[in-house]
């Protein structure tokens, strides 16, 4: 099929994402940042970073990397030329033929099932159809619970088990035996409603006066008595001279092309940046057939050993990352470890980057930088959790091995909130084994009160908290063996962008700190920018944060890294959504 690119034709294959259309055809970008003009297209890919940004189908600020792409579809850069142009964007007239075609289409789509099941008030609601997700919605409806399932996606299996939409097969996804066994119970015993992006979760009191919870969708709005976040996490990026450029993207992106749409990221690839998610990644891309120039570890697998306990009780992860390392050897694919990414380079898209040296404290070992050619750099430090809807309604957080921030829950996942529950990444980055164990406590946990029969048995349980006290225990020492390295900050210079949103250079977050006199983030924020633009600080919090504990000579506090993670409103919404909330 074919949609269309500021006026000229885009070649597109069912169940691509308009951006992965794009990407596919060769263009890296198609919109300009609000301050710099700097070209943007794909950086996260999974709609965290809303780099992507386009007019389709007449409607200004869609996502790229999330938009279907449909025959017919029509994309404008409104840059009103050629892509990467530094004009700012006039959204391009609709013509009277496009628009009935668009309403037409609009209505076509419009939820029709989620109508009647908003109305209906529900037991427990699972936001995220990810593996935490499914197992804790499959886990309540099995227990007899009346459970809706709400997910942003098209599809169900979140970021683990993403595949095409339609593609029911196993196609070499690990553990997809498990995902056939929560899909088939989910679409059995629950109401799963896809492509439901919670906005705003509150906390309300039904007219039975039990507490429960309202969680507003453009699909409705839907009422339940208990609620488990499952929400995941996007990667984490850290910024360096060039990280801005066109071509320069996050592994999720990379493997959401790739997984999601069936698209090559480049030809020639470097996989950097820190955690045993780069070998899955550079692994997917090699099998592809993309050349995988290296895979460049900031931090040392070697500290696993540190941990021999833990080791010892994680056959199936030391299996796995031996078939993985089995991979990159077969593709001839080296693996370098204390190796980072401290520029990029190239004119308008990404050409060569500069890897360094990291020494045992991770700090930048002199003169050892060397020039690497390649068309495209997936490059990321471990994930941040999705924290909006969590925060929005009261839950305390923590702060993780991985140093980021997340919800705090006990052991069956239950949160500082009565009635609410948490699982999987949203509470601490830890894998797919992790994420559907926690999924199933919480599950049960949320079913007890108004299940018809317990979900688990008292062994079931029991052992089922093992395991996952087993996962996390692997996860930390996961952690401590991919760290975000010590010395990071070393390699930004003054114009090094920090902010991709609002163009907050490291110059003028020195110079709130130094100049004005911030001494915590949120000041930073207030004063430089940073975290204000379209993501609202899911990019640039993490690095900000740390750069201001830097300057300010701390270590990052939990306030810092909240100063990042509110936010009113999950995702953007339109006013009219707004209104009938
Ligand atoms: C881009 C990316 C790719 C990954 N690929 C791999 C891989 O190949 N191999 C691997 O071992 N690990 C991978 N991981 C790590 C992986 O995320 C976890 O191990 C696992 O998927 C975590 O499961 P989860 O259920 O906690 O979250 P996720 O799988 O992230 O699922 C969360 C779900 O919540 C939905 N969601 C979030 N916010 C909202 C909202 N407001 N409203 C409605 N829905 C919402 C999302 O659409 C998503 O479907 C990847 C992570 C990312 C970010
Ligand atoms: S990178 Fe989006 S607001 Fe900073």
Known sequence: MTIEFDGRPVPAEPSQSVGAALW???????????????PRGIFCGIGACFDCLAIIDGKPGQRACLAAARPGTVVSSGLGGAPGSARPATPPARSKAFAAASEARARSEAPNRSGALAAARHDVAVVGAGPAGLAAAATAALAGCRVVLLDSAP?????????REGEAGNHGYRDWSVFSGLRSIVEERVDYIAGATVWFAGAERAPTSQPGFALHTAAGRFEAERLVLATGAYDRALPFPGWDLPGVVTPGAAQALLKGSGVALGREVVVAGAGPFLLPVAVALADAG???????????????????????TAAAKLGEAAGYAAALARHRV??????????????????????????????????????????????????????????SLGCSTRVGADGGLAVMVNADGQTSVPGLFAAGEVTGVGGA?????????AGAAAARVVATEPALSRRELAALRRRGARLREFAEAMHGAHTVPAGWTAWLEETTIVCRCEDVTYGRIVQAVTDLGASDARTVKLLARPGMGWCQGRVCGFATANVTAMLCGRAVRPADLAAFAHRPLAAPVPLGDLAQG
């Open 290 to 312: 993309i050349r995988v120039v290296g895979v460049y570890e900031a931090g040392d697998p070697g500290g696993y050993l540190s941990r021999p306990g833990t080791l010892a």
């Open 24 to 38: 596919s055809a060769g263009i890296r970008s198609w919109r300009t940042t609000r301050i710099g003009g700097a």
């Open 155 to 163: 599809a169900p299996g979140g970021q683990f088990w993403r595949h």
């Open 334 to 391: 080296p693996y370098r470890v204390r190796r980072i990414v401290v520029a990029a380079h190239g004119t308008g898209s990404v050409s060569g980057v500069d890897i360094a040296r990291l020494d045992r404290h991770g700090q930048l070992v002199p003169g050892s930088i060397e020039r690497v050619r390649c068309d495209a750099v997936a490059v990321g430090y471990g994930f941040t959790a999705n924290l909006e809807l969590a925060l």
């Open 433 to 441: 084994l992790l994420a559907v164990a926690e999924g199933e406590l």
